[in-house]
């Protein structure tokens, strides 16, 4: 028998619908966390189906780790745009709203009436990571230049210098003690080193939106890799995105 598996993805929770691809009809319906303890047991329960494929809906959206995950592990998965399975919903319901289970199997059943739906790349989620942490190698190795010519300006502008780590918030309190002084090269440091203190806030501020991103995506994607001693959100994007 050939089985397809229809799914609704919500932030927290996966609704999934078995059906008959050739009579139709309705073999089972359930719900998963959409979490690492919740999707190991989901694909379990689809290993009962032989012969099966997946249709998920919006695999580029709340669908994007769960459709990436089973395309890696070598399903046959299709993506469902959220217009089709919501035209089925209304031809058999009578309207649009969304109902877990029931737009589950409308999922299944809107991927049993097209066979021109887009096959989901298996290498989307590491693709994502991998650009999100090349990205951010980038916006680090910038903010360590700036850092290292703000820390040339600052120690030219106070008697033996500074010593050790320099950050945004220790260089401005540096910048706000030194003393007004006489030359133009003097006043010009001093200005361009409050320039570049400005550029490090700014690449703070990115990194940590960035470092956010990624940790949604990390989390999303249920990797064990964090279970695993020193391996952080950060590496662990890293190793999905270049593994």
């Known amino acids: 028998m050939k089985v397809l598996i229809g799914v ?3 932030k927290v929770s996966v609704a999934v619908a078995a059906i008959d691809e050739v009579a139709g009809e309705l ?7 959409q979490n690492s303890a919740g999707l190991r047991p989901l694909e379990c329960w689809a290993k009962r189906f032989g012969e099966r494929r997946w249709a998920v809906e919006n695999s580029g959206g709340l669908g994007r780790h769960l ?22 919903r209304v031809l058999s319901r009578g309207n649009a709203r969304k109902n877990d289970g029931l ?14 739906l887009a096959t989901v790349d298996p ?8 650009l999100l942490s090349e990205r951010r190698e980038d916006l680090v190795a910038e903010r360590t230049r700036a850092l290292n010519r703000l820390h040339g300006l600052l120690r030219d502008l106070l008697p033996g210098g500074v010593a050790g780590t320099l950050s945004a918030h220790r260089a401005a309190r540096i910048l706000r003690g030194i003393r007004p002084q006489e030359g133009a090269s003097a006043n010009l440091r001093r200005r361009l080193a409050s320039e570049i203190l ?25 990797t064990t890799l964090t279970e695993i ?14 593994g």
Do not use: M, W
């Not at 459709?67 to 089925?88: F, M, Q, Y």
């Open 8 to 10: 609704d993805p919500h």
């Open 27 to 33: 073999l089972e319906r359930t719900s998963f966390p």
């Open 67 to 88: 459709a990436g995950r089973l395309a890696a592990a070598g399903e046959s998965v299709v993506d469902v745009p959220p217009k089709l399975s919501a035209r089925v």
């Open 103 to 116: 737009d589950a199997l409308a999922t299944a059943l809107a991927a049993s009436r097209n066979g021109r």
């Open 123 to 130: 290498e989307i989620g590491s693709e994502v990571l991998r």
């Open 198 to 222: 400005r550029d490090v806030r700014t690449l703070d501020r990115k990194i940590a939106d960035l470092n956010g991103r990624i940790e949604a995506e990390v989390e999303a994607s249920c």
């Open 229 to 242: 001693f020193g391996v952080g959100l950060i590496l662990a994007a890293k190793i999905i995105g270049t």
